[in-house]
Every structure is written in structure tokens, then in C-alpha cells.
T-cell receptor, first 114, second 111 residues
Framework: DAGVIQSPRHEVTEMGQEVTLRCKPI?????LFWYRQTMMRGLELLIY????????DSGMPEDRFSAKMPNASFSTLKIQPSEPRDSAVYFC????????????FGPGTRLTVL | TQLLEQSPQFLSIQEGENLTVYCNSS?????LQWYRQEPGEGPVLLVT?????EVKKLKRLTFQFGDARKDSSLHITAAQPGDTGLYLC???????????FGQGTRLTINP
């Protein structure tokens, strides 16, 4: 299996622009998670899905952030409009049967908002 | 939300030395996981501990789960440069199907 795939790996954009991050989970995994990692705040859970349904979005910072999972093999995290404080590494992870089982992380997207 | 505190936050030692890092909480967890993250990559699971008092060994790494299932430790014997990375502990969040992660210990092993 190719593992969790994320794109792009790096994104540099200007404040106010829309940013879309993409994730392809491991086939057959029921859970998908979006995390944000910074030096100051560590690894923060933004939102997670079970069988394509959003279960908990309490970690989403504000209305500028939105996430979708239209099917079992694709998810997006969108930031509109982006701000410099959104600069971070964003990880997607998937888990086979339970959210508290081993999570398989993608390589991350490093986002820089100027 | 349950919190996990890891210490130390940063540790830099020489190759061949031993070290221990800690993961503590005031809450009880049904299980704890340890991940290692290398620069430019996502975290990768090292081990899961589920029973209070449990000890698991992975080559030179020894993981222990506290008797009360509130804390865990990771001991590395004869550290090598390849052990360099960010070590994260994670526990289940109050029965929800998600993990809460500690802030991590950033370990550097100098040749």
C-alpha cells in the first residue's frame, strides 16, 4: 500500500488567498483525521471523519477552516481566507477500525502564509 | 479534554548514553501509544501499551505503562544518532474515537 498521500507537500501563499489541502487515506480505513502541528502548540486535532461523516470538528480554529470527505478515498481541508498565523504543517492520518487504534500519518503539507 | 505532559521538551545527549523521557497525566487512559517523528515526515507508531504496569521492549527501547495507567516512560539504552527525532505519546480521549497527543520530546543524539 502507498500509505496516506497528501498534496501539495509545500504551499506558499499570500494572506487572503484560499488554500486547499488534499488527502488520500489508506484504502479500507474507516477513520480520517486532520491535524495541525506547530512548535508552539504541538500536534492539534482539527477534525475527524468516520465513514466519510464528520464526527468532531471542535478543533477547527474558526469559520475560515472547512473540511470535506466526499468519498472514502479523498478528503480536503480548505482555509479561506488564509492568514499568516495559519502557517504550520498539516497532517492527514487514517485508522482502520477505531480512532484510538494506530494512526497512519501522511508526510504532511507545510503551509506558509505570507 | 485529557492532557498529556511530556518531559523533558528537549534533550541532547552523546551517542552511547542512556536516557528516559516521560509522559504524565492526571487522567486514566485505557491505552497509551508512543510515536516517533523524523524531520519532514509524519509520526510513526512505535508501540501501544494497554495494561497497567506493562513493559514492552523494542530493541534498545523500553516502554512502561504506569500501574494506575496515568503515565508512561520511554527508556533508550546506548542511544544512537538514528534515534534522533520527536517522540510523542498519545492516549484515548475520554472514550471518544480520537487520540490526544502530548507536546513531545525532541531528542538529539550527537555522534
Amino acid at each position: 500500500d502507498a500509505g496516506v498521500i497528501q498534496s501539495p507537500r509545500h504551499e506558499v501563499t499570500e494572506m487572503g488567498q484560499e488554500v486547499t489541502l488534499r488527502c488520500k487515506p489508506i484504502s479500507g480505513h474507516d477513520y480520517l483525521f486532520w491535524y495541525r502541528q506547530t512548535m508552539m502548540r504541538g500536534l492539534e486535532l482539527l477534525i475527524y471523519f468516520n465513514n466519510n461523516v464528520p464526527i468532531d470538528d471542535s478543533g477547527m480554529p474558526e469559520d475560515r477552516f472547512s473540511a470535506k470527505m466526499p468519498n472514502a478515498s479523498f478528503s480536503t481541508l480548505k482555509i479561506q481566507p488564509s492568514e499568516p498565523r495559519d502557517s504550520a504543517v498539516y497532517f492527514c492520518a487514517s485508522s482502520p477500525l477505531a480512532g484510538i487504534d494506530e494512526q497512519f500519518f501522511g508526510p504532511g503539507t507545510r503551509l506558509t502564509v505570507l | 479534554t485529557q492532557l498529556l505532559e511530556q518531559s523533558p521538551q528537549f534533550l541532547s545527549i552523546q551517542e552511547g548514553e542512556n536516557l528516559t523521557v516521560y509522559c504524565n497525566s492526571s487522567s486514566v487512559f485505557s491505552s497509551l501509544q508512543w510515536y516517533r517523528q523524523e524531520p519532514g515526515e509524519g509520526p510513526v507508531l512505535l508501540v501501544t501499551v494497554v495494561t497497567g504496569g506493562e513493559v514492552k521492549k523494542l530493541k534498545r527501547l523500553t516502554f512502561q505503562f504506569g500501574d494506575a495507567r496515568k503515565d508512561s516512560s520511554l527508556h533508550i539504552t546506548a542511544a544512537q544518532p538514528g534515534d534522533t527525532g520527536l517522540y510523542l505519546c498519545a492516549g484515548d480521549d475520554q472514550g471518544a474515537q480520537k487520540l490526544v497527543f502530548g507536546q513531545g520530546t525532541r531528542l538529539t543524539i550527537n555522534p
